[in-house]
């Protein structure tokens, strides 16, 4: 199959590269930087410069293409996906944009385009996860954590951002919608901290994010659902003292004849110091906790940056998740027609099989636990 | 007698109202609310406008007084204390400038003058204890706690600064300098954590800070000195947190097309919120540990606002210190001419009994505890 990869950032990097292996690769950055990134690997990918922000030229840009990956900034997401469907391309996204990509249904389903949106790690596997055994059991609760973390912890955010440093603050600021006795309640972002331990990472703290997305729409009957994000502890304390504090607002200050939000000002002075370095080596750690008829499903995954590629874990537990949808597509596993976030793909036990075993295949393991409730 | 007061901020003006119960005072400031609120009062002080950066006419302005009280910024304090013994006027200082006050002696002892400086409470009350133990017995170790704390403990900081916010930052930045085994060290600014209980105001965290001045200088022989801040717990880690990130860093970043400096973003920022409201209740909490010869020598002070007046507990504990020492000029209990910080004027009993009389007949009670060390 021809695909085209939209965006080649750090996981869209991964994503290419990866599906080099299988398929025809084209990646597209306006980004010199990223491109040659993916040249200095030797993949068997094309590489082009693109703006891809000139969506009116997609029909064009995309025409070679059987499948499309989208994996641009949160900010250009929305726009981008809407342009691939309109090109009439089936479509794998995981640009993590704040809208709601259900919106796009009747779009989809015009255009005869099967668009797999969310399709990374968390959102992502998270509801793949949930999709399936929604099929299999009547869910009382779904609780998911998440967190991508370095393994370095340089005070004092002991923090680094596997993915855009800027959407990780608007993370933070954006209110969490959990399921709560079956209605949406909206929660403070950074709210509910809790310790949670793992084995791998040891004690690290939870706190509510806005992660459950198309689930508030696609499970509304799951009585209880909510995503949390993880970090070291004492991280998430920093940035509400620094939200108290006021050095989130958005009101400009004059200072030094000029005006200045602090949201800014602060958010100039965190990417900095939040930016992954080249090799800097990180860990994505997640728990999807499923219960219901007495039991209690857990699926976990620890997985770590890859010393030999330096691919970040994030690149790899994003990157290959989205390219297990890209096969279910090129393999004719999945064909139907519309937006489908990945909890509508779980359903389907064949397709759910296939992304745990490629994930497996390219050591990204996720490993299962059930356990029958003690009375 | 006739005493000038310069500078009628929150301390200088409780310094100003209380001396004229007894003395023909005279409260001079730039800033005119300032002087209203001493109007405000009813109480028996004349104000004037000046400005007193123009030290070149201290001169004219002092001639008709017989002492001077320095209660300016920390920014100007020293070159204000120069100018008065410059002009041949007895002094007592509350500045708390940076520069050493012990440079100007050569000055003070040629104009016959008697300059009592850094004479509040902290430093101030703690040099004049130990300097009164000094003459009792070996001293092996000096310690010093204090804090000026809001009783609302309004996150994230928990505090309000009861004297300049702009000095409460420099305080946090500047290194501290302690003296450990006979030799002056330098501590990180914030550095050495930890939790003191206080029967009035529970468990407060303590961190050094540069407090000790002219004790480094004068009483060099004591093997053991410190001093340190008193915040609510957390406080502190807040600053450290913001400091290892950046937010005091004093190089300018370019942004918005403007050159700004993280210390004056984050200056700007903090000041607003640690400004202490009129009407918002306070309190000083201190404690002087000394120890030599198998004993312990400890002395106490907890200091409430004074709703009544208005006063609050840091204006009170360091303006009534200070005009305990123009009492003592005043009643010609102390007239040795030259600098003298507080250690040695409590060097004479009688001083150090008259201070802390003073200050009792104005309720700030010192409570003194001794205990010999059990074996």
């Known amino acids: 199959?021809?695909?085209?990869?939209?965006?080649?950032?750090?996981?869209?990097?991964?994503i290419a590269i990866d599906l080099s292996n299988e398929h025809e690769v084209a990646a597209f950055d306006l980004n010199a930087t990223n491109l040659e990134e993916i040249k200095k690997t030797g993949a068997n990918v094309s590489v082009a410069s693109a703006d891809l922000s000139r969506v009116e030229e997609y029909g064009n840009l995309l025409a070679p293409f059987d499948i499309v990956v989208t994996a641009v900034p949160?900010?250009?997401?929305?726009?981008?996906?809407?342009?691939?469907i309109q090109a009439g391309k089936d479509v794998v996204?995981?640009?993590?944009?704040?809208?709601?990509?259900?919106?796009?249904?009747?779009?989809?389903?015009?255009?005869?385009?099967?668009?797999i949106t969310d399709c990374g790690v968390s959102p992502g596997m998270s509801n793949l996860i949930l999709g399936r055994?929604?099929?299999?059991?009547?869910?009382d609760s779904f609780e998911c954590y998440v967190g991508g973390l370095p393994v370095e912890r340089k005070p004092p955010f002991q923090y680094?951002?596997?993915?855009?440093?800027?959407?990780?603050?608007?993370?933070?600021?954006?209110?969490?919608?959990?399921?709560?006795?079956?209605?949406?309640?909206?929660?403070?972002?950074m709210?509910?901290?809790?310790?949670?331990?793992?084995?791998?990472?040891?004690?690290?703290?939870?706190?509510?994010?806005?992660g459950l997305r198309s689930l508030l729409f696609t499970l509304p009957h799951i009585p209880?659902?909510?995503?949390?994000?993880?970090?070291?502890?004492?991280?998430?304390?920093?940035?509400?003292?620094?939200?108290?504090?006021?050095?989130?607002?958005?009101?400009?200050?004059?200072?030094?004849?000029?005006?200045?939000?602090?949201?800014?000002?602060?958010?100039?002075?965190?990417?900095?110091?939040?930016?992954l370095g080249p090799g800097e080596e990180e860990f994505t750690v997640m728990k999807v906790i499923i219960k219901g008829e007495g039991k209690t499903i857990e699926y976990h995954l620890f997985d770590r940056y890859d010393n030999a590629t330096q691919t970040t874990s994030m690149a790899r537990t994003t990157g290959y998740t989205c390219n297990a949808a890209v096969n279910l597509i090129a393999n004719k596993l999945f064909n139907e027609k519309g937006i489908f976030p990945p909890e509508l793909?779980?359903?389907?036990?064949?397709?759910?099989?296939?992304?745990?075993?490629?994930?497996?295949?390219?050591?990204?393991?996720?490993?299962?636990?059930?356990?029958?409730?003690t009375k």
Not at 95 to 107: G, I, R, V
Not at 133 to 139: C, L, S, T
Not at 244 to 271: C, H, K, M, W, Y
Request: hydrophobic share 40%.
């Open 133 to 139: 055994y929604n099929e299999e059991m009547k869910i």
């Open 1 to 14: 199959m021809k695909v085209a990869v939209l965006g080649a950032g750090m996981v869209g990097r991964a």
């Open 224 to 275: 209880r659902m909510k995503e949390k994000t993880l970090r070291y502890p004492g991280h998430i304390d920093i940035i509400i003292a620094m939200q108290q504090a006021g050095f989130f607002d958005t009101a400009p200050l004059r200072i030094n004849e000029a005006d200045i939000s602090p949201l800014d000002f602060t958010t100039r002075l965190l990417v900095d110091q939040w930016k």
């Open 160 to 189: 680094k951002a596997s993915f855009s440093p800027l959407d990780v603050i608007q993370e933070y600021l954006r209110p969490a919608r959990q399921i709560e006795e079956g209605t949406i309640v909206t929660r403070p972002a």
């Open 191 to 210: 709210s509910e901290k809790e310790i949670v331990w793992f084995e791998e990472a040891g004690e690290l703290e939870a706190f509510n994010t806005d």
């Open 74 to 84: 949160g900010f250009m997401g929305y726009k981008t996906l809407e342009a691939v």
């Open 93 to 115: 996204d995981i640009s993590f944009f704040p809208e709601n990509a259900l919106e796009l249904e009747t779009l989809a389903f015009r255009k005869e385009v099967t668009a």
């Open 345 to 373: 793909i779980g359903k389907n036990e064949n397709c759910f099989e296939f992304v745990l075993e490629y994930l497996r295949s390219r050591n990204v393991i996720w490993r299962k636990n059930e356990t029958a409730k």
